[in-house]
């Protein structure tokens, strides 16, 4: 134990002889003012260090509240962050000049104390740590903990002066480094440069937070964004909701069924729906018409025309170039199997970018609002509509509809009253339409649950006034009884029932009569009314919207 503490003890008075120095050198003058310098080079040095890291943290919400308070550098910072290539080479190349000066600094200071052998040992042994420590983290640490004071307060001004002052060598370094660059990954094309789509995502709710973007605006972005992962299989009109003609009939009952649907286009089959021979066009029928042609010896494939396929995985984003190299404005989508899925227009991929762009009512869907947060859909709803709707955030990576979710999760053919509990969301089947849901009441489990408990005791109150009702009846009869009231009533009744007759007779008439008196007299001003004055409630009622 001796022999290691004595070993220990050589060890550190070896130590201590080599970092040994006169300190009488640090009182002289030249001595006093490279010690000063030094920390001047690790002051600015931190400057840098932290200016980089506060004006690269500003985001435009930042900037633009600045501007907002009329801060008297926010114009500064806005003129430094417009130009970010031009800044990070001033601060680098400030920071790398002032790290290499105080380098050089304390390797002279080092070698006046130690000497040649041991001052390049003594001088990473202390730069380092220095230059790390006070700096690059304390800086950054500072500023990044609050990078719009440290700016304004810290940076703006002598950043922008630094900047000015170092822009010949800032040019000649970006020169250089272009050349490099290019030489080593070669000319940057302009598509290298664009933000991706989570930059731009990012970009898009920072300036909608700043209110540079109203919701409509933000919205429309978001779909041209989503077009590009979403499928048509989303958007398109499924075959059970298409109408189709039979090529096999003769042309004018062809044309006839044309007429009913109201279509632009309705989709012609021979002997089964996925053997589809083309499309109809309104326009068609209507030079038809038009031209008084005899359509008699014209069979219907004669003026349909052919179907193009687009299969179901192909993206929204697609379909414009699609539609465009085949010069059509609707599709047939094919499932892997070569069967019939739906049929997707033009305008089915216009309403999933900009919304209802027609303006007009028909077609679309009823939905009713009922109480806590309850609403009865029809099945076919989107889940994307849903959402809107409702913000119950429900979501299925298989089916695209309200009635598709419920019967996924039912695995066998709906019927109604048949519910289905997701995640706290409660659907339950209202109306079925042969195998398919029409009608789905969408709830949140615990406020149907509140709805049926109010519903109960709704009933009860009623059922309580009934019998309430009754009870009094009932007293009241044995009380008239027990008094005769009754029994004279009846008498009194019994002996003129002829004047009753006959007065109530002329009142009625005298009713009528003045009635139609005063609608001869003032039939501008009073007119009757053939509607009842009670009626029952209808579809316009305000709990009932309409759905885009």
């Known amino acids: 134990m001796q022999q290691w503490v004595e070993a220990i003890s050589g060890q550190w008075q070896a130590l201590g002889a080599f970092f040994a120095f006169d300190a009488a050198l640090l009182i002289e003058p030249s001595m006093v003012l490279r010690l000063v310098l030094l920390a001047v080079l690790l002051f600015c040095s931190a400057f840098f260090s932290g200016s980089e890291t506060a004006l690269f943290s500003l985001s435009r919400l930042d900037l633009q509240q600045l501007r907002r308070e009329r801060n008297p550098h926010s114009e500064t910072l806005h003129a430094l962050l417009d130009q970010p290539r031009r800044l990070i080479i001033s601060i680098l190349a400030g920071n790398e000049l002032i790290n290499i000066a105080a380098t050089v600094n304390a390797a002279g200071i080092l070698v006046i104390l130690y000497g040649d052998a041991r001052a390049g040992w ?21 500023a990044v903990s609050n990078p719009v004071r440290f700016s304004t307060t810290v940076v703006a001004v002598p950043m922008s002066l630094w900047v000015r002052l170092v822009s010949p060598l800032r040019n000649v370094i970006r020169l250089v480094s272009d050349k490099l660059t290019t030489r080593i990954v070669g000319e940057q094309t302009t598509a290298e440069s ?57 042309l004018r009952e062809v044309i006839d069924k044309f007429r009913k649907y109201q279509h632009t286009r309705v989709p012609v089959f021979r002997v089964h729906r996925d053997n589809l021979v083309g499309f109809l ?63 997707i227009t033009v305008y089915d991929v216009l309403t999933f970018i900009f919304g209802d762009i027609s303006g007009e009512s028909h077609g679309q869907a009823l939905y009713h609002e009922r109480d806590l947060n309850i609403y009865e859909l029809p099945g076919e709803m989107k889940l994307t509509d849903v959402n809107n709707l409702t913000h119950f955030g429900l979501e299925d990576p298989r089916m695209t509809t309200i009635g598709g979710v419920a019967f996924r999760y039912l695995d066998r053919l709906p019927r109604v009253g048949d519910r289905v ?10 109306d079925m339409d042969a195998h398919r849901i029409s009608k789905v009441r969408v709830a949140k489990a615990s406020a149907e649950e509140d709805l049926e408990e109010m519903s109960e005791t709704k009933r009860a109150e009623i059922e309580k006034v009934q019998v309430a009702a009754m009870v009094s009846e009932q007293a009241d009869k044995e009380f008239n009884l027990a008094t005769g009231v009754e029994v004279a009533g009846a008498d009194e009744a019994a002996v003129e029932p002829a004047d009753h007759e006959g007065q109530v007779s002329a009142t009625s008439g005298q009713l009528g009569a003045a009635v139609t008196d005063n609608g001869k007299e003032d039939a501008g001003n009073h007119p009757v009314s053939d509607a009842p004055s009670i009626q029952e409630p209808r579809n316009g009622d305000p709990d009932i919207r309409m759905m885009n």
Not at 122 to 142: D, H, N, R, W, Y
Not at 299 to 315: A, F, G, N, Q
Not at 421 to 430: K, N, P, Q
């Open 194 to 250: 664009l933000l991706n789509v989570d930059e731009f995502l990012t970009l898009v709710e920072q300036v909608a937070q700043g209110g540079e973007l109203d919701a409509t605006e933000r919205a429309l972005i978001n779909n041209l964004l989503e077009a590009n992962e979403t499928e048509i299989v989303e958007i398109m009109t499924p075959r059970t909701r298409t109408d189709f003609l039979n090529a096999e009939m003769p």
């Open 122 to 142: 003594i001088s990473i042994i202390v730069m380092v740590p220095l230059v790390l420590l006070f700096g690059e983290v304390t800086p950054k640490t500072v």
């Open 281 to 343: 066009h309104a326009e068609d029928v209507l030079q038809l018409l038009s031209d008084s042609v005899d359509i008699s010896d014209l069979t219907p494939e004669e003026i349909v025309h052919p179907p193009v396929v687009v299969p179901l995985t192909k993206k929204v984003d697609e379909m414009f170039g699609f539609f465009r190299e085949n010069g059509v404005r609707a599709a047939v989508c094919l499932n892997e199997f070569g069967g019939v899925e739906g049929f």
């Open 421 to 430: 509990v997701i995640d706290d969301i409660a659907l339950t089947v209202l």
